[in-house]
């Protein structure tokens, strides 16, 4: 039986992030629309292309840990998320989207990276 995956393992340009519980991978690729075509719904459709994201919540400080600093520059960073079911993708290209915050009790911080459709590596 295949192992389900619980975890999520990133790096950030090979740098391995302290990452913690409820981070989301949006893999991109195709989407496609409903059409209605001479009366009739949901026989054709139409497809365009969507980015790749990713919100991921790490360990800011410490050992470990990421800097505001790295964060900010986070301009064309390759994502690697590795499954523990093991499966590896990867989102080349990636940059921040948000203005992040910094959590206090769990000194964690909320980034949301946008790039390319992830690939399977």
Same mark, same amino acid.
């Given at each position: ?30 989407? #496609?629309?409903?059409?209605? $075509?001479?009366?009739? =719904?949901?026989?054709?459709?139409? !497809?365009?292309?969507?980015?790749? &994201? /990713? ?16 964060? #900010?520059?986070?301009?064309? $960073?390759?994502?690697? =998320?590795?499954?523990?079911?093991? !499966?590896?993708?990867?989102?080349? &290209? /990636? ?27």
């Amino acid at each position: 039986m295949a192992q389900k995956t619980f975890n999520i393992v990133y790096k950030i340009n090979g740098k391995a992030a302290d990452a913690l519980p409820g981070g989301t991978i949006k893999f991109g690729g195709k989407t #496609r629309v409903p059409l209605k $075509v001479n009366g009739r =719904a949901g026989v054709h459709y139409t !497809e365009d292309s969507e980015a790749g &994201g /990713a919100t991921i919540k790490v360990a800011h400080g410490g050992e470990g840990g990421i800097t505001v600093a790295e964060i #900010r520059s986070w301009k064309n $960073v390759t994502l690697v =998320a590795e499954f523990d079911s093991g !499966e590896t993708f990867q989102m080349a &290209g /990636a940059y921040t989207t948000n203005a992040f915050e910094l959590s206090d009790g769990d000194g964690s911080i909320s980034v949301e990276l946008a790039g390319p459709e992830w690939e399977e590596i």
